[in-house]
């Protein structure tokens, strides 16, 4: 009975070790992961503009870790994919606008009125009468056109970003971006035109989205992949002083408004303003690289294929000093994708797992300059482009506070919509759709540059719900950290949730790259349209 009474005490023991052995220290792993983020935002790395110095060493930093994770190099180059641009900087000593009502001249303030969206086609001047088209959107499919009967042909095009709010997110997104927008402004007859920023979806303050007017735009030096060419003058409008833009029209700003917070339809109407443009631009080229690495696939089938795990390396560099700090470190935005790239590669090698289908680690460059490093890389992959099955993508995923909800983007899109809850689900988290549809997140990362390309994607944040403090330090965050100097080292971040968010999409990559059947988009998604 002894040796019984001892054999139990030890199982016992022995269950509780191998209990706590079972339980991950999310803390310990959370620092692990913190460090790559401290070093790949630290200030010497400059802000990691695109084809900076900074932007190079922290790609070095990427492609050893990439190394001691066990993945074999899958570039052009080893591990790295060049990517050459062409680079439009706004000279606004040789540029303005100015609005003519009659026989009476304003002129803008740039930077507090408005501003430049430069292109690498150079400099133009352009006097013209001008438009208002709503939200500028043409949406084939739902017979909706603001254009129709609006005469644009040889005029500037102004709008309000956004789109009605009965119109399905989906679609509302996708002819929001930039190459479709074109499409129509082009088609209209527009000669240029001049967006106003819808104030309720503003992330950020006018002063801190105007104090980046002067940062480098890239444009990719590849035609083929550019995408549609940009008009001669873009400008951007301040909605505080947009009602310039309307005098004498017989409508005012506040009336757009109106009907947009009333969903009701917007007013179109030729403006009685003549802009004269004149934009002066410096151009140059660089040249920058996307890092990947590949884990190769058990399988002897499968194993051609890819499942995708991405975030973006590069982020604004030096900016605009904002309380006398003008290095725009991007901790969250997106070194803390990196980081979790490399400690997802990392987990898998120390867990021994054998994928079946191959899982290629991709770091891309130009996310910040209009997903330019992801649509390089779809337009020209590495591996071969129909064996791609799914990208999962990290883009400033916001451990901001524990990890109880994790909004996923794209989770009614695809069938990764099942492989995310059924993951999340094990691991006691709940899975929430996008709660902020009108932000327009699902196009604003580098997964769409997959979907363009017909592979089903998913992006994610981590949820909250409202009325909650973690709704107001989600929303805070955008206010007072995105895209500015205080996205640095100095913000807390829960670590552990960070940890736990790494092993979530761990596991979830491991489940795609072992699933029978490769992901597929629901039928009913608007994004299937891009896999025929």
């Known amino acids: 009975m002894k040796r019984i009474g001892k054999l139990c005490a030890c199982l016992s023991v022995l269950g509780a070790a191998a209990a706590m052995a079972a339980t991950p220290d999310w803390e310990a792993l959370g620092k692990r992961w913190w460090a790559h983020v401290q070093y790949l935002a630290d200030d010497k790395w400059e802000g990691r503009d695109t084809g900076s110095a900074g932007y190079e060493m ?3 930093y990427v492609t050893n870790k990439f190394k001691s994770a066990g993945l074999q190099p899958a570039g052009t180059d080893g591990y790295a994919q060049p990517v050459r ?5 706004t000279d606004e000593s ?9 026989t009476k001249t304003q002129q803008l303030k740039l930077g507090e009125d408005a501003f430049f969206n430069p292109h690498a086609d150079g400099d133009a001047t352009i006097t013209a009468p001008a438009v208002f088209a709503g939200y500028g959107l043409s949406v084939p499919e739902l017979k909706y056109d603001d254009f129709a009967g609006l005469d644009t042909k040889g005029k500037f095009v102004i709008y309000i970003t956004g789109g009605p709010a009965s119109m399905p997110t989906e679609i509302k997104a996708h002819y929001q971006s930039r190459d479709e927008r074109l499409k129509a402004l082009k088609k209209s007859g527009a000669i240029g035109t001049g967006s106003i920023p819808n104030p309720k979806a503003a992330e ?3 002063s801190r989205t105007a104090g980046a ?8 030096s590849d035609l083929g992949v550019a995408g549609e060419p940009s008009l001669p003058i873009s400008m951007v409008f301040n909605p505080a002083h947009a009602e310039n833009l309307f005098a004498g029209s017989g409508h005012t700003f506040q009336e757009v408004l109106d009907a947009m917070n009333a969903d009701k339809p917007l007013p179109r109407f030729p403006l009685a303003v003549t802009i004269r443009a004149r ?11 996307n890092i990947i690495g590949v884990l190769p696939g058990s399988d002897a089938k499968l194993s051609k294929e890819y499942v995708v795990v991405s ?8 900016g605009e000093p904002v309380n006398g700090d003008k290095i725009y470190n991007g901790a969250m935005d997106d070194a803390s994708g990196i980081a979790s790239l490399i400690e997802i590669a990392r987990g898998i090698k120390e867990s021994g797992a054998k994928p079946k289908r191959s899982i290629l680690f991709l770091a891309v460059t130009g996310e910040e300059k209009g997903l330019l490093g992801s649509r390089y890389f779809a337009e020209h992959p590495t591996v071969d482009r129909k064996n791609i099955v799914a990208d999962l993508n990290m883009d400033m995923f916001l451990p901001l506070f524990p990890l109880k909800y994790l909004e996923v983007q794209g989770l009614n899109e695809s069938t990764l919509g099942e492989d995310v809850r059924a993951v999340c689900e094990a691991a006691g988290v709940q899975v929430q759709a996008d709660k902020q549809p009108d932000h327009n997140r699902f196009i604003r990362s580098d997964q769409y540059s997959f979907i363009r390309k017909g592979v089903p994607a998913l992006a994610f944040k981590f949820g909250w719900v409202p009325g909650t403090a973690e709704e107001k330090k989600f929303n805070d965050w955008y206010k007072e950290r995105y895209h500015g100097p205080a996205d640095d080292l100095s913000q807390p971040v829960d670590l552990a949730a960070a940890a736990q968010f790494n092993a979530i999409l761990e596991k979830l990559a491991l489940r795609v ?8 988009w629901k039928s009913e998604s608007f994004f299937k349209r891009f896999a025929q």
């Open 513 to 520: 790259a072992d699933e029978a059947q490769r992901p597929a």
């Open 94 to 102: 040789e540029s303005s606008i100015a609005l003519t009502l009659e």
């Open 58 to 60: 922290a790609a070095a």
């Open 204 to 206: 950020v303050p006018w």
């Open 279 to 289: 934009v002066k631009v410096k151009t140059s080229e660089t040249k920058s690289e």
């Open 213 to 220: 007017r002067l940062e480098p735009r890239m444009e990719l």
């Open 85 to 89: 641009f062409q680079v439009a900087q």
């Open 311 to 318: 975030a973006h390396l590069d982020h604004l560099g030096i």
